[in-house]
């Protein structure tokens, strides 16, 4: 090989390695913005449950046609009906006891979004440690309007058995939070 043709290849092989040098530095850096950016969800999210499912119309004088179970509106005509699930979020605060948020959210063609949202002030007042959320059924299907979920959790963090509530919404929309009974 010519020494000319050598310093060529060098130059070449200088080239590619600071291009590849210039390259880790970029991803580096890209790396550290991405570690700087706020998390995907705030790390006092202990639990969360979607369950049950709830629909609503928009047309206050709604009437279900019996032979297609559809909503429709006075006129025959279908009514549009807003349809989603619940989710339950529970959310530990600095003093390490546990709020629980109750979310009503929407599915549509552009993904879910939140209706509304709520503290459940019956666990809030008892300053609880939860320690557990469960769905009624964890194969995601609900076969009635409504929510059921059952909350573990301790009111004293030193006991060795959790409480166990429950969470019920009926078909028309009213909630429950009770202590469950054995």
Excluded at 76 to 92: D, E, M, N, P, T
Excluded at 142 to 153: I, K
Aim: aromatic share 8%.
């Amino acid at each position: 090989m010519c020494p000319r043709a050598a310093v060529g290849a060098t130059s070449a092989r200088r080239r590619g390695l600071a291009l590849a040098y210039a390259f880790c530095v970029l991803s580096i850096g890209a790396i550290g913005a991405r570690a700087e950016e706020s998390p995907l969800m705030p790390d006092n999210i202990i639990f969360v449950t979607s369950t049950g499912y709830w629909e609503e119309s928009a047309d206050p004088l709604e009437a279900t046609d019996k032979n297609t179970a559809a909503p429709t509106d006075i006129a025959g005509q279908a009514a549009s009906v807003q349809r989603g699930y619940y989710k339950l979020v529970a959310v530990r605060q600095p003093e390490g006891n546990t709020h629980i948020f109750l979310q009503q959210i929407a599915t549509g063609d552009a993904g879910p979004t939140v209706v509304s949202s709520a503290e459940l002030d019956e666990f809030s007042g008892m300053k609880a440690y939860v320690t557990d959320i469960r769905p009624e059924t964890s194969d995601g299907v609900a076969r009635q309007p409504g929510l059921f979920a059952t909350v573990y959790l301790k009111t004293d963090p030193k006991a060795l058995e959790p409480e166990t509530w429950t969470v019920l919404i009926d078909d028309i929309g009213d909630i429950k939070v009770e202590r469950e009974t054995n």
